[in-house]
């Protein structure tokens, strides 16, 4: 290589990390060390937030060129006051507490971070899979009273050879059907974007939705939450389940009719739930869902492990480095 195109290469280099100097990015919430030292090892100027809560937002942003949210919403009011916001970067796989008009109003591109959370969030589906199947919140609240009967009265299933529908088979949605492939479970897929060819081995493509619903023995839920999507799991689906089934979320707690849900489980409908998942989040201790035995609830866990934490850190600021050093970002919202 001729020492000119060192000199240029050199000096590029110069220019971006430069360039990268004079850009802020702000944080919310913690970011973990790789995402750190990515983005301050290329120049970058790590702000952290006053708070994560939407004033706080407002407050911390105007000198933002970029920022990467958690569980911060990202209202029209936030791009409002966003004066230099180039990009914005969900820490995880959701987007639907950022408002994406408004982003492309202000010419912010949003991006997230899809493939950082998939295994943590298929795995604890299997794990739902598995508590429900042995009826386990039921057993450990009998067998304070009744030890027998917990251990030989109560009703408890394999999931093997099992038929699981899935709707959606995303990165997620994917990764759930080979995991319960390994359960010798039979697996059905549910997505009006994905072709045959784009299910993983084994797995059979239906554009049939209600057929999900007829003839599973579980229904785990894998899509995004969108005007298309919200409540779309309702009375009628519901009232097509066995009375054996059991229905996973772990995707958005918007997707579920909860007034439909809570009158299929205490109604034995259908026989269980898990949900990872609720319409409303942080849910009040006295939430109804809560006080049945056939449902186990979690405060959105799913994504909430060290692995998918410190990938969705690293995702997140090699985002942000692409979009503001004017690369083709790799993870870009759809309509982005």
């Known amino acids: 290589m001729t020492m000119s195109r060192l000199l240029a290469i050199s000096a590029a280099a110069f220019q971006m990390n430069g360039n990268a100097m004079s850009k802020r990015i702000l944080l919310p919430q913690e970011l973990m060390p790789e995402g750190r030292e990515y983005l301050e090892s290329r120049g970058y100027q790590l702000v952290t937030g006053s708070g994560m809560d939407e004033d706080h937002v407002i407050h911390d942003i105007p000198e933002c060129d970029g920022i990467i949210v958690r569980l911060s919403p990202m209202s029209a009011r936030v791009f409002d006051a966003a004066k230099k916001l180039k990009v914005l970067v969900r820490h995880g796989s959701g987007y639907d507490t950022v408002d994406l008009a408004a982003a492309k109003k202000h010419g912010v591109t949003v991006l997230n971070a899809p493939l950082a959370n998939s295994t943590s969030v298929a795995e604890l589906a299997l794990f739902y899979m598995l508590h429900c199947s042995r009826n386990f919140r039921l057993v450990q609240q009998t067998m304070l009273v009744d030890y027998y009967k917990a251990k030989l009265d109560t009703p408890k299933s394999e999931i093997a050879c099992k038929k699981l529908g899935l ?150 600021a090699i985002g942000i480095h692409e979009v503001l050093s004017g690369q083709k970002p790799s993870w870009p919202v759809p309509g982005f």
Request: hydrophobic share 40%.
């Open 167 to 316: 709707i959606g088979v995303g990165n997620i949605g994917s990764r759930v059907a080979k995991m319960a492939r390994g359960f010798d479970m039979q697996v059905i897929g549910f997505d009006p974007y994905k072709t045959q060819a784009d299910m993983p081995e084994g797995v059979e493509l239906t554009q049939d939705f209600d057929r999900i619903f007829t003839d599973c023995d579980f229904v785990s839920l894998h899509c995004p939450s969108t005007p298309e999507t919200k409540g779309f799991v309702n009375a009628r689906q519901l009232g097509l389940m066995k009375g054996s089934a059991v229905l996973i979320n772990t995707a958005r707690g918007t997707i579920v009719n909860e007034d439909d849900l809570y009158g299929a489980l205490t109604n034995r409908k259908i026989a269980g739930a898990a949900l990872d998942v609720l319409a409303v989040e942080p849910f009040k201790p006295d939430h109804r869902m809560l006080k049945l035995d056939n449902v186990v609830v979690a405060p959105h866990i799913g994504a909430a492990t060290r692995e998918a934490t410190h990938r969705a850190s690293l995702h997140s």
